[in-house]
């Protein structure tokens, strides 16, 4: 099992930035594949962005194409996700996945350990 722990979060106004972090524990970090998902109020929680081990492989939803970038540092054990002119429909509870695993499967069906979560919230 890999323990995370997400920070980053906050309130901010449309267009603004933000900075997550997810800093892991209990495995070879380097081995982790590595995912963030949200959850909005009254809705599923969905994929967001994924990064393979290497860091060579990157994919985004849609909807944060050009403006979110996923990043991992496995120095530091630390995976972040910038978030570039953040709009209100961003708002949500925002959640660092991993598995050890060489597949990137967007899906949450594919990621056995999860963080608590961290609130982003981004008024218009």
Known sequence: QVQ???SGGGSVQSGSSLRLSCAAS???FNSLTMAWFRQAPGKEREFVAIIGWSAGVTYY???VKGRFTITRDNAKNTVYL???SLKPEDTAVYYCAAEQ???IR???EAFG???QG???TVSS
């Open 106 to 108: 967007p899906s949450r």
């Open 82 to 84: 910038q978030m570039d």
């Open 118 to 120: 961290t609130q982003v």
């Open 113 to 115: 350990s999860w963080g």
């Open 4 to 6: 995370l722990v997400e």
């Open 101 to 103: 695993t060489l597949a």
């Open 26 to 28: 209990g495995r070879a």
């Open 61 to 63: 939803q849609d909807s």
